[in-house]
């Protein structure tokens, strides 16, 4: 809009110019060499015009006569670049195909057309072809030519790095990951295998600087670093909890706070405590955990928190952890193995029946089993839960990538993965026993022996395969004086290691 308004009023400036021109002429008179000229001003100043433009007409014209050999060469170089660009990006998408032939190809034009390598993608184009035809040599000496450029070293830290992963040198493979976390902690990939690599080698500290770093860069979401964080910072008071209890505390407190329901945080924080004296403030952590999620290890080291304390005394701290989860089977199981150990069998009975009825589990049967023993050895009932247990749901484990483990551990040992392990059924066996919905006077009525027991010694949990809980064990039962069963399901091979392996004994 204003450029239209200035080219008005210049239009409007010379029109009112002219106009006083014409209405004020004049005489312009010149003599040059003898000739005597005489012209209106109108005229003289038209002319002037003229030769003004002449003039500035033939300036252009030697400019640029000496300027057309520079724009020819200027040309042919553009359009030269362009060519090896094109060749260069239809290098680059055939190296994504896959097409090893005709990536070579199109890097070779595109090499002689932008000359010598100068350009970085050439390099990138080079270092990817001799991936895909698998001369990984020259796509190492690629990628460390690359890496010697400020510009491209970031792109050849990540081609060695998965050259290293390829060759399987986790040594070499660190180093580039953490040489790249070091120049941009962005970077999810090296940022990540470095995480992965602190946490094998045991290295709490780096890992939880790393994990900050990622934290910093938003590379991981709030939720997932503290989670994450939690998981280090148990990891580093399990490991100097003997050494340095206080430093144990303040890491697996932290870690408690951060993540409530992981169990291995609040029962080294409990222990930590523990250990240097102060048993209120560990239980009271063991109880919150347990009330945002009961666990056989709260409940072990809840139970067990003064070693001098008496079998009621475990039996009433048992009974405290019932109170805060009533009608929750671990709460159940707890209570049982405490009223076992203080011979109060009525009461272990009970609470282990009420916990077969919520969830039964192989470890569930086999302290019904350790019940009748230690009560007077009735081997009638013995077998009959033991051949229970042997058809029972597996007892829940630290499982992570398939591997279960007798302890939670921090990175799976599989995949190196961290946050791994989570707490669940491994593998649920076929012909799962149901729940019991019987009373006592039932199971008073009931015959002793419902299901003849298995035979063979390799399956049979007897009475010296599985640990008993406050009474000694008897005599083992002879396999040979009994007859074989006629009905039931056969356990899988290695039942009778499993048996010993899912049951979760607390004390």
Request: some cysteine; overall charge neutral; glycine content about 8%.
């Given at each position: ?160 790095y998965l050259e290293a992963e390829r060759a399987g040198n986790e040594t070499a493979a660190r180093h580039y990951a953490e040489e ?328």
């Open positions: 809009m204003l450029r239209v308004l200035a080219f008005f009023l210049i239009v409007l400036a010379a029109g009112l110019g002219f106009a006083w021109l014409a209405d004020n002429p004049g005489m312009v008179s010149l003599t040059w060499q003898g000739q005597h000229v005489e012209t209106s001003f109108l005229v003289f100043v038209i002319a002037e015009a003229l030769l003004i433009f002449a003039a500035l007409i033939l300036a252009w014209l030697i400019v640029a006569f000496f300027r057309t050999p520079g724009a020819l060469g200027g040309y042919f170089r553009r359009r030269k670049r362009d060519r090896g660009y094109d060749a260069l990006s239809r290098g680059i998408l055939a190296a994504g195909a896959g097409d090893a032939v005709a990536a070579r190809r199109l890097a070779k034009r595109s090499e002689k057309l932008l000359g010598n390598r100068r350009e970085p993608l050439v390099r990138f184009l080079d270092a990817q072809t001799a991936m895909i035809e698998g001369d990984h040599q020259r796509a190492h000496a690629a990628f460390e030519s690359m890496e010697r450029d400020p510009q491209t070293r970031l792109l050849a830290l990540r081609g060695l790249a976390a070091r120049i941009a902690p962005q970077l999810p990939w090296a940022g990540g295998a470095v995480l992965e690599a602190k946490s094998l080698e045991k290295d709490w500290d780096g890992a939880l600087q790393i994990l900050e770093a990622q934290r910093e860069s938003r590379l991981v979401g709030r939720d997932d670093s503290k989670r994450l964080r939690a998981v280090l910072l148990t990891a580093k008071a399990k490991a100097v909890a003997d050494a340095d209890p206080t430093t144990a505390k303040n890491a697996a407190i932290e870690a408690h706070k951060l993540a409530p329901d992981l169990a291995p945080a609040a029962v080294t924080a409990a222990r930590a405590l523990f250990r240097l004296g102060d048993i209120r403030r560990g239980a009271k952590i063991l109880e919150s955990a347990w009330t945002t999620e009961p666990h056989p290890e709260i409940a072990e080291a809840y139970v067990n928190a003064r070693l001098g304390d008496s079998t009621s005394e475990r039996l009433k701290r048992a009974k405290t952890l019932q109170s805060l989860r009533p009608n929750h089977v671990e709460s159940s199981i707890c209570v049982a193995h405490a009223a076992l150990d203080a011979h109060d069998f009525a009461l272990a009975r009970e609470e282990a029946l009420a916990a077969s009825r919520m969830g039964p589990r192989e470890s569930v049967f086999l302290l019904l089993a350790d019940i009748e023993e230690a009560e007077g050895g009735n081997e009638g009932k013995m077998r009959e839960w033991l051949s229970r247990a042997l058809r029972a749901p597996r007892d829940p484990a630290w499982t992570a990538d398939g591997m279960v483990s007798e302890e939670w551990q921090p990175i799976s040992p599989v995949t190196g993965r961290l946050d791994a392990f989570r707490w669940k059924v491994p593998v649920q066996r076929l012909g799962a026993a149901e729940p019991l919905n019987i009373s006592h006077e039932e199971e008073a009525a009931r015959p002793l022996v419902e299901h003849a027991p298995v035979t063979s010694a390799s399956t049979q949990p007897s009475a010296e395969n599985h640990p008993t809980s406050g009474a000694a064990s008897p005599s083992p039962v002879d396999a040979d004086d009994e007859t074989p069963p006629s009905t039931g399901t056969t356990p899988p091979p290695g039942g009778q290691e499993h048996g010993e392996g899912g049951r979760m004994r607390l004390f």
